[in-house]
């Protein structure tokens, strides 16, 4: 079963991706749908742990749709965790309260990493797939939904760490100790992620993105080879027809934005280390970008939000392919008046820039 093909009603994201004018900046933040929201927090409540709220397909779309009925946002992010491929491996993924994820069963071993095996997504994973499927259904075409995976690398730290990684010794330790073995492992992360995303894409994903968090731990020479090298696997084996446009965020990846930009991609995230000027003058021809405001401007009195908001928008300047989002998530602590004084001023303020 496919979702609809429709054109969205609000399709300023999509034109902005493909580099096409529209009439103000698209807007959409990362971890919209969250803690910081108080609906987000009485569904959470009522599915009774964070992995059956990501499980279920009617409270998955239920929290995806909720920041949309408080703010005018240019587009739905699936609502589900980048671990969800780990999970499917086998690994017992658990969310503690207050201490964020753990594996069970970490990878730790050569021998753990070679009994791993790709994930089918239309069983597996399917709960994300039927998800995606209502959340098409439910947003009626008003915008576009974003999917999206976690990166062959960030994944691999999770699994080889057993938990949210602090000074990544253990992965870094396999990276340089035992680099096959990693290779080995970040190969079928490469090939879990692809099928995922495609499956993603198949059920109505109208957008993919790979959030590659923890690339910017890496040097140059290990990014290009243990994290950059998976992406552009995946982007070579996503198919060529009909692919949605893809976007690539690398944590901390300012400096390596050109590598990034030859993947085939279709946009960069970036964060708020990065200027949006300098950004579009090294890459801007390729691909559009997406980004960047600090996160912690949310808790600032509202007219330097806005103040904030019009530095990122000049710093891009007039023409198409820009994206607002915040340089990363939003926090659970924050004000959800603090995230309409951000959306409502990149509409406001970024007109004067498409004339």
Sequence with gaps: MSAPVEKPKNDRLLRALARQPVDATPVWIMRQAGRYLPEYRETRARAGSFLKLCSTP?????????????????AAILFSDILTIPNAMGLGLEFVEGEGPS???????????????????????????????????????????????????????????????GHFRKVKGLMYGEPEALHHLLDILARSVAAYLEAQMKAGAQVLMIFDTWG??????????FSLRYMHQILALLPTEN?????????????????????????????????????????????????????????????????????????????????????????????????????????????????
């Design 103 to 165: 594996f069970q069963r970490p990878v730790q071993t050569v021998r753990a990493i070679m009994d791993l095996g790709v994930p089918d997504p239309e069983t597996e994973l399917r709960y994300v797939m039927d998800a995606v499927l209502l959340i098409r259904k439910e947003l009626d075409n008003r915008v576009p939904l974003i999917g999206f995976s976690g990166s062959p690398w960030t994944l691999a730290s999770y699994m080889v760490e057993g938990q949210a990684p």
């Design 216 to 225: 910017g731990v890496l040097t140059t020479a290990a990014y290009e080879e």
């Design 243 to 355: 692919r949605p446009p893809v976007i690539l965020f690398s944590k901390g990846g300012g400096g390596w934005l050109e590598s990034m930009a030859a993947t085939g991609c279709d946009a960069l995230g970036l964060d708020w280390s990065m200027d949006m000027g300098t950004a579009r003058s090294l890459v801007g021809g390729q691909v559009a970008l997406q980004g960047n405001l600090d996160p912690a401007l949310l808790e600032a009195p509202d007219e330097v939000i806005r103040t904030e908001v019009g530095r990122v928008l000049a710093s891009y300047g007039g023409g198409a392919g820009h994206i607002f989002n915040l340089g990363h998530g939003i926090q659970p602590w924050m004000k959800p008046e603090k995230m309409a004084v951000l959306v409502d001023a990149v509409h406001e303020l970024s007109r004067q820039y498409h004339p």
């Design 58 to 74: 009617e409270l998955a779309c239920e929290v995806t749709l909720q920041p949309l009925e408080r703010f005018s946002l240019d």
